[in-house]
C-alpha cells in the first residue's frame, strides 16, 4: 500500500494497481469501455444541461469503485472529478 | 471427514501445478494422508512435477470408467509414504468425465484420506467444471500481475456461485525487492483488490526450478518457497501462522542460509 501511493506513485507497481483495479471493477459491474465512454457523455450532457461548460475546460474522469466483501452485494461509487 | 480442495486460477501458468505438489507434499509431511488428483485431462503435468511420471499404468478416466478400481490407479509418492497421486488421462479430453463422476470419485476416495486435493485445468470451461464440482474448498492462485488477478477474481465469482464457501488466495511469485522498489504490486495491493482471505503468500524462488528439474517438492528443502508452501499446509490445517518472516525475504538464518547457496 505504501508504495502504491506518496513519492511511488508513479512506479509500474501503482500503474498495475490502477489497471487491475479498474479491470476487476469493470468486470464486475460488466461495463466495457465504450458504455464507459457513452456513460461519460451522457453525464457531461447532464451536468452541461444545469451548467455553464465549456467542454474544452471540463473534463470528466469516472472512477468506478467496486468493493465485494464475500457474501456482501456490490457497493458501486461513482466519482466525477 | 476428508476436505476437498480444488487448487485453481483460470489463468494458466500462475503455479497450480507446483502449488499442489507442494501443497500435498506439505501436508504429507504433517502426517495427514494425502491423495492429489490431476484433473487436466489430456494435459497431463502434475505426474511429471512430483517425479512419478514413470509408474503409471491407470489413470484418472480409467477408474470413472470403470476400467479398474481407484486403488489401482493410486500412485505413491516417491519421499512420503502417506502421498498419492491419481494420474489425469493424457489421450483423452475433458469430455471424458462429468461433474457427477468428479463427485462419485471424490466419495471413493473420502474414506482412505484425510485431504483430497484438486488440481483444476486453466480456463473455465468444462474442465474447470469437473475439478469444483466435487469440492468443498478452494484455492485460487495468483500471481502479482494484472491479467491474473482479473482471471482470479473471475474464478472466485464462480466458485462462489457454485456454493463454494471457503475461497482463499495464495499469491505466488512475488519479489519482494520489486515489490520495495515499488515495480511490483504487493501481497496488500492484490488482497485489496480481490477482498478474499490469504492463506499465504510464495515468494519467487529458483529452488522451485531446480526442484521441478529434478521432480521433487520444494517442502522441505531450507528454500524460502519451501517454508512458504509448509506454512500453506499448516493453515490449512488450522494453525495460526504468521506471514511477516516470508514476506521481507525469510528470517534472518534463511536468509543466510540463501546466502551461502548462492556461493
Do not use: W
Amino acid at each position: 500500500m505504501i508504495h502504491s501511493q506518496g513519492k511511488h506513485a508513479f512506479t509500474s507497481g501503482a500503474i498495475a494497481r490502477a489497471r487491475a483495479q479498474v479491470t476487476v471493477a469493470a468486470d464486475r459491474l460488466s461495463c466495457n469501455p465504450e458504455e464507459m465512454r457513452q456513460m461519460q457523455r451522457e453525464v457531461a450532457d447532464v451536468l452541461a444541461k444545469y451548467l455553464e461548460l465549456d467542454g474544452d475546460i471540463c473534463k470528466i474522469r469516472l472512477d468506478i469503485v467496486c468493493r465485494t466483501d464475500r457474501g456482501v452485494q456490490d457497493v458501486k461509487t461513482i466519482q466525477i472529478k | 471427514m476428508s476436505e476437498v480442495i480444488v487448487i485453481t486460477s483460470g489463468k494458466g501458468g500462475v503455479g497450480k501445478t507446483t502449488s499442489t505438489a507442494n501443497i500435498g507434499a506439505g501436508l504429507a509431511r504433517l502426517n495427514k494422508k494425502v491423495v492429489l488428483v490431476d484433473t487436466d485431462i489430456g494435459l497431463r503435468n502434475l505426474d511429471v512435477v512430483m517425479g512419478l511420471e514413470n509408474r503409471i499404468i491407470y489413470n484418472l478416466v480409467d477408474v470413472v470408467e470403470g476400467n479398474c478400481r481407484v486403488k489401482q490407479a493410486l500412485i505413491r509418492d516417491k519421499h512420503y509414504p502417506n502421498l498419492y497421486l491419481l494420474p489425469s488421462a493424457q489421450t483423452r479430453d475433458k469430455s471424458a468425465v462429468s461433474p457427477e463422476q468428479m463427485r462419485k470419485l471424490a466419495d471413493s476416495l473420502a474414506p482412505m484420506f484425510d485431504y483430497i486435493i484438486l488440481d483444476c485445468p486453466a480456463g473455465i470451461e468444462q474442465g474447470f467444471r469437473n475439478a469444483i464440482a466435487a469440492a468443498n474448498r478452494a484455492l485460487v492462485v495468483t500471481t502479482p500481475e494484472v491479467s491474473a488477478i482479473r482471471d482470479a477474481d473471475r474464478i472466485i465469482g464462480l466458485l462462489e456461485v457454485a456454493g463454494i464457501r471457503k475461497i482463499d488466495l495464495l499469491v505466488n511469485r512475488i519479489r519482494m525487492d520489486m515489490v520495495r522498489r515499488g515495480e511490483m504490486m504487493s501481497v496488500e495491493d492484490v488482497l485489496d483488490i480481490l477482498a478474499v482471505s490469504l492463506i499465504g503468500a510464495v515468494p519467487d524462488d529458483e529452488g522451485i526450478v531446480i526442484a521441478s528439474n529434478h521432480g521433487e517438492p520444494v517442502v522441505g528443502n531450507d528454500t524460502i518457497a519451501g517454508q512458504a508452501f509448509l506454512n500453506i499446509a499448516r493453515r490449512l490445517l488450522g494453525e495460526t501462522v504468521p506471514l511477516a518472516d516470508l514476506e521481507s525475504g525469510g528470517t534472518l538464518l534463511q536468509r543466510m542460509a540463501a546466502l551461502f547457496r548462492r556461493k
